[in-house]
């Protein structure tokens, strides 16, 4: 047996108020299971249907990103970035763009920066609906996530249209955007928004979230207080899930973000139904931001500004930047010795460090309850194991 | 002339025959009848390009496909228990059937206790998921099959009592008999509160999504038959679709009024009760999340036996009254 | 066929701008803010220093031996007041390592203060410096992130093994400078242009 799956002790049986305890057993829930999300493995010790321990064991897609990048050149960096959350390519771009730029202070012209919100706040809204539909499937509902692809499938097309790509997208330049969107592109945009308002969301809450059986699993389920989840250093919907109103977006506005006004959903008792309702509620939020950069876009201007330097060299120092992803916030760690490369790179992944929750909101639930939290934690493989 | 006994040995082998097809075309419709329900309802066609008209080919493909599987065999299982256990999860659905009319006259053995021994039977499908959950030596199938076995236990119970009810209300045991005194009045309105327990109660028993526990798919990969493949998971699934249509069957005869209805003939008007039955758990398989498992246990022993027991103290108060 | 109206718009052709983007030498100016954060920790602990390497916040390098005194210090105190530990990471520069520690006050204010400490190398041990896993339970993995790949030993970490990298990986500390590559060579299947 390995290290740390070792069995329950009495101590922490006396922790969870349980007295005679059964034989625990250990079981390995994946590699290859089929809601880890990719592939995690959950060491698990259980008590019956008791959850007593539940470690994570992760690298199986490890690649070390941060040794391949040393030595390329930064622009070189984006690409690769985005198969680090590859379900929300955007900000892996956007975060390696922002961080050359704001060391180098590049500033973007108006319509650039309104794309590039505009794109990010579309993959957001992708990213939940992807999310929607996986915890709806590890509490054992499947059809809404059939509902949560179909409409997470035009969000793609209008992605595909405008960068030639899918999912990863390699469309952020430094300095702005590869090329413009095409004609017709904000019109179509705004019609999936009314789409996804008047008729997907309200479906999401009649197949889901406004089911009892759902707010029965939900409720109460998986609770992380607010105290542990600063200590944590949870960020995102997990971290606000617990009741606190940090967001990147406001703290540190970015973009045009310090121009549009949203709100920062928050839930009141950090439990499973609180992390799933804020992020339903990002989504609006989301469609909310889009419409106001729509308004805000200016007909004209330069997407790729001409202010780049041709040779991209940071000044010697380290620098840090982040920026809020679907998960959480993102971060960059660039340590540049004054090369056309970085010396070292650091990708602060938002899910490492929330799966890093799931013991703690899994101790003495159910092992149906330790998959709920694992659906509301929204992990990405890519990003976990790096 | 054939001597008596043969004549009874060819009788038997015949209604037997009789009976296994006529439950084996019936899975075959409900396999693809399910496929194609649950596509509807998540915004897809379904099966389509197998072959005839709207994909109704689908079963057959799916059985030439399990049976070109590969028989699997877990190492280190138990391999008497794991080998019977598929059969042992067939054969009570099948055995239901030699005392279930299908329209008047239109059964295998009529029996004077046939609802007793209904009850008797689909008892023994709890027999077939500890064999499988306990034979394939793997944690999942053990969790899924205790979970599997707590589940049936506690439904069984409210679904008998349910039954106590009606034998109480029409004063037979005899499914023909229960028919015939609906002549006036189906007895789901007499009887409502019984026919909910007894149809939640067998859609758990089913293993049914808001109740399938015992496969919980998100948490135990497969439950008790993780470790089955091809024609022995074909038959796991043989018999859960045989033990669906059984219970929409005993459900649309005992308070649906069984074949009374206009025009067509007995048989097709307790077919398309069933079948309508049938849809309704489909829908609501393809509709719900997953209960946990205290929940489900909260939900039979809190809920569902309690009202069944209510439910046959007002039916004996009215007896008595109407006496 | 492509339609010629569907394409992309071009931009307008402007004239071409030199760029513009200074050379930015010499250290960050602080703002008030830092200024008065910097005076305060100066007060409480002589030794931090500013560490001017730090380009995006302020820079604080630190003695190993006062880390956490600091970091609980940054956490605890009104005027800092980070209860975030947003980043944990490490960087080898061949004589020495390198940790830094990015804190953010998410709370009151959203400032962000960095911590830095160098270690230096001590024959073939691995570097030592105080884990801060019992200031900040989410440093667990970050720690055993920094151990495994570029070798730092936390002392006081409750489980320090490696985390991304399988426990039996014998090869060393892949982010250090030093790391050798010891797989068999591939094959390249692509032309390199």
Known sequence: ?386 | MLPLWLQWVLWGILKAVLVLLFVTVNAIILIWLERKVSGHIQNRIGPLRVGGPAGVLQSFADIIKLLAKEDFFPKRGDPWVWWLAPSVAFAPALMVFFVLPIGPHLVVQDMNVGLLFIVAITSFSVLSVFMAGWGSNDKYSLIGAMRAGAQLFSYELPMVLALVAVTLATGTLNISEIVARQQGMWLIFPQFLAFLVFYIGAIAELNRTPFDLGEAESELVAGYHTEYSGIRWAMFMLGEYTNLLTSSILVSLVFLGGWSGPLLPGWVWVLIKAYLLIFVAMWIRWTLPRVRIDQLMDLGWKFLLPLSLLNIALTGVYMAVMA | ?193
């Open chain 1, 1 to 386: 047996m390995e290290k740390g799956s070792e069995v329950y002790t009495a101590e922490e049986a006396g922790r969870l108020g349980r007295e005679g305890i059964t034989e625990p057993i250990v079981i390995n829930l994946g590699p290859q299971h089929p809601s880890t999300h990719g592939v995690l493995r959950l060491i698990t010790t259980l008590d019956g249907e008791t959850v007593l321990k539940a470690q994570p064991d992760i690298g199986y897609l490890h690649r070390n990103w941060e040794k391949i990048v040393e030595g390329w050149q930064y622009p070189q960096i984006i690409p690769f970035a985005d198969r680090n959350d590859y379900i929300s390519a955007i900000f892996n771009e956007w975060l390696v763009c922002k961080s050359v730029e704001d060391a180098l202070g590049i500033e973007l012209d108006k319509r650039a920066e309104v794309l590039r919100t505009i794109f990010a706040e579309l993959n957001r809204l992708i990213s939940h609906q992807l999310w929607f539909g996986t915890y709806a499937m590890d509490i054992g509902a499947f059809t809404p996530f059939v509902y949560a692809l179909r409409d997470r499938e035009w969000g793609y097309a209008l992605l595909e249209k405008a960068t030639g790509a899918r999912q990863l997208y390699a469309f952020f330049r430094i300095g702005g955007l590869r090329n413009d969107v095409p004609d017709g592109w904000i019109e179509e945009l705004s019609q999936y928004l009314d789409y996804f308002e008047k008729e997907a969301y309200p479906q999401y809450v009649d197949l889901l979230t406004g089911n009892e059986i759902f707010i029965q699993r939900s409720e109460g389920v998986g609770v992380v207080s607010r105290d542990v989840a600063l200590a944590f250093g949870a960020t995102g919907p997990v971290l606000r899930g617990s009741g606190v109103p940090y967001d990147v977006r406001k703290a540190h506005p970015y973009g045009v973000y310090g121009e549009v006004e949203f709100e920062v959903p928050v839930g009141e008792h950090g439990d499973n139904l609180d992390r799933a309702m804020v992020r339903m509620k990002e989504m609006l939020e989301s469609v909310k931001i889009i419409r106001q950069c729509v308004e805000l876009l200016p007909e004209e201007g330069e997407v790729l500004t001409s202010r780049v330097p041709r040779v991209l060299k940071l000044p010697e120092g380290n620098y840090y930047t982040r920026l809020e992803s679907p998960r959480g916030e993102v971060g960059l760690w660039v340590v540049s010795t004054g090369g056309l490369g970085p010396y070292r790179m650091k990708w602060r992944a938002p899910s490492f460090v929330n799966l890093q929750l799931l013991d703690h909101m899994a101790r003495g639930e159910k092992v149906a309850d330790l998959i709920a939290a694992l659906g509301t934690i929204d992990i990405i493989l890519g990003e976990v194991d790096r």
């Open chain 3, 1 to 193: 066929m492509v339609d010629e109206e569907k394409q992309p718009k071009t931009p307008p052709k402007k004239p071409v701008v030199k760029p513009k983007v200074e050379a930015a030498s010499g250290p960050v100016p602080l703002t008030p803010r830092q200024e008065e954060g910097l005076q305060r920790l100066k007060e409480k602990f002589p030794f931090v220093e500013r560490d001017e390497k730090v380009r995006s916040s302020l820079g604080i390098q630190v003695p190993p031996e006062h880390v956490k005194e600091v970091l609980g210090f940054l956490r605890d105190d009104p005027f800092f007041r980070c209860r975030h530990l947003s980043c944990l990471s490490a960087v080898d520069w061949g004589e020495a390592i390198e940790v830094a520690y990015h804190l953010v006050n998410i709370e009151e204010k959203a400032d962000e203060w960095a911590v830095t400490v160098k270690l230096p190398y001590q024959g073939d041990e691995l570097p030592e410096v105080d884990s801060i896993t019992d200031l900040w339970p989410g440093a667990d993995w970050h720690e055993r992130e920094a151990y495994d790949l570029v070798g730092v030993r936390f002392k006081g970490h409750p489980d320090l093994r490696r985390i991304l990298l399988p426990e039996g990986f014998a090869g060393g500390h892949p982010l250090r400078k030093s790391f050798v590559d010891r797989r068999p060579p591939r094959q390249r299947l692509v032309r390199i242009r």
